[in-house]
């Protein structure tokens, strides 16, 4: 069943693309039966050239290749490129392709980032298939072995196996990927971790299983994310924790930003934080894209930001762990992009300029009207 805690399994941090790139495009030239690949962003480069190549000679050998792209996130890839892996033999299908006469629907999107390799390993985070992540931003991925990868097979295998994508890859291509090959880590004591995931307005675990930890959490609660938009009841429960005592600390993009009208939306709900005791922190080197929290020994990471899209509209998948060791080494990575970072004072954040209070209003109205579009 989807959505249970399971024991057994081995999660390796992977921050920064020069760690994850190396490691997920090895299990690729590695695969022997077969690759899933779910992707948001797509375009046409050096990054997706490299994949291509890769996923091309996996076919070759004979491994079944399913990639799964969102059909808006992946508008910046080519014809060429799409002929290329279909040519190779890589069943390619497109999630909710944009279509006028669907209004709304076409909102709801694939957000999710997957990689599993002969259903034994796998990889999730905030990465996609665009340049940026080679170095531009700064990102963070999860590498995951044991029973956990059966549910990300699972959870690939519902959105491919539907109506709601389509392509040239045949439906049934994913019936036949073995998920009996996963391994129960021993030989060390393994972590025990599950698969949460949200799908828009029906679904939406990962953001119950937030507020949770945002309402239960005893000691910290420190949250990554690159696009801080949050509803109305997760800012009530971040200030609440921070006024019980918990130390509640937000790593945010700053002004290094692919959307700054984003940023500046949600740098409206900074001075109602602030006063309730909330630290926020900018971080400064470059655009930090990554998607984290850590609430005192648990640990979720994964695809979903904290705005209205991730939280309430789209497909969205995190890996969540539980166990002191990961949770300390996860801690240990805050601290580091804390140091990189400007921690934005209550003070500081009265004297603001009346220019930055205006952009906080109009994209602040901005966002208001977008979110009352579904
Ligand atoms: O939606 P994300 O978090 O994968 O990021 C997407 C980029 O921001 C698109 O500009």
């Known amino acids: 069943m989807l959505g249970m805690w399971r024991s057994g399994n081995r999660f390796t941090l992977l921050p920064e693309g020069a760690r994850f790139l190396p490691s997920m495009l090895e299990a690729v030239e590695g695969a022997r039966h077969?690759?899933?690949?779910?992707?948001?962003?797509?375009?046409?480069?050096?990054?997706?050239?490299?994949?291509?190549?890769?996923?091309?000679?996996?076919?070759?050998?004979?491994?079944?290749?399913?990639?799964?792209?969102?059909?808006?996130?992946?508008?910046?890839?080519?014809?060429a490129d799409r002929q290329r892996m279909t040519e190779a033999g890589i069943a390619l299908r497109f999630y909710n392709p944009i279509r006028w006469w669907r209004f709304g629907r076409n909102l709801t999107r694939d957000h999710r980032k997957l990689l599993v390799v002969d259903g034994e390993v796998g990889f999730t985070g905030g990465f996609g298939a665009v340049d940026e992540f080679a170095e531009a931003w700064s990102e963070v991925a999860i590498r995951i072995e044991g029973?956990?990868?059966?549910?990300?097979?699972?959870?690939?295998?519902?959105?491919?196996?539907?109506?709601?994508?389509?392509?040239?890859?045949?439906?049934?291509?994913?019936?036949?990927?073995?998920?009996?090959?996963?391994?129960?880590?021993?030989?060390?004591?393994?972590?025990?971790?599950?698969?949460?995931?949200?799908?828009?307005?029906r679904y939406q675990a990962i953001r119950h299983s937030l507020q949770h930890q945002a309402s239960s959490t005893r000691k910290r609660l420190w949250i990554c994310t690159p696009y801080f938009v949050p509803t109305f009841s997760m800012r009530r429960r971040l200030k609440r924790?921070?006024?019980?005592?918990?130390?509640?600390?937000?790593?945010?993009?700053?002004?290094?930003?692919?959307?700054?009208?984003?940023?500046?939306?949600?740098?409206?709900?900074?001075?109602?934080?602030?006063?309730a005791g909330v630290r926020i922190h900018e971080f400064q080197p470059r655009f930090l894209h990554a998607k984290f929290?850590?609430?005192?020994?648990?640990?979720?990471?994964?695809?979903?930001?904290?705005?209205?899209?991730?939280?309430?509209?789209?497909?969205?998948?995190?890996?969540?762990?539980?166990?002191?060791?990961?949770?300390?080494?996860?801690?240990?990575?805050?601290?580091?992009?804390?140091?990189?970072?400007?921690?934005?004072?209550?003070?500081?954040?009265?004297r603001r300029s009346l220019a930055q209070r205006c952009r906080e209003w109009g994209y602040g109205t901005l966002d208001s009207l977008v979110t009352r579009l579904r």
């Open 34 to 79: 077969s690759i899933l690949l779910e992707l948001y962003l797509a375009e046409s480069g050096h990054l997706s050239r490299v994949l291509i190549e890769a996923l091309s000679a996996a076919c070759q050998r004979g491994v079944n290749v399913l990639v799964l792209l969102d059909g808006f996130g992946s508008l910046g890839l080519e014809e």
């Open 147 to 201: 029973p956990c990868i059966r549910d990300w097979v699972r959870l690939f295998a519902r959105v491919w196996d539907s109506a709601a994508s389509e392509g040239q890859g045949r439906r049934e291509a994913v019936r036949s990927v073995n998920i009996n090959a996963v391994n129960v880590v021993t030989g060390y004591l393994g972590m025990r971790g599950r698969v949460v995931w949200g799908h828009g307005f």
């Open 241 to 275: 924790a921070a006024r019980r005592g918990v130390d509640v600390q937000l790593l945010i993009a700053g002004q290094h930003h692919d959307h700054p009208g984003v940023r500046s939306a949600g740098q409206r709900f900074y001075a109602s934080l602030l006063k």
């Open 293 to 350: 929290s850590l609430a005192d020994d648990w640990v979720t990471l994964g695809s979903c930001n904290f705005d209205h899209w991730s939280l309430q509209w789209n497909l969205e998948a995190n890996q969540e762990v539980q166990d002191h060791r990961f949770a300390a080494e996860v801690a240990g990575l805050f601290e580091q992009h804390f140091a990189r970072s400007v921690e934005i004072t209550r003070a500081a954040w009265q």
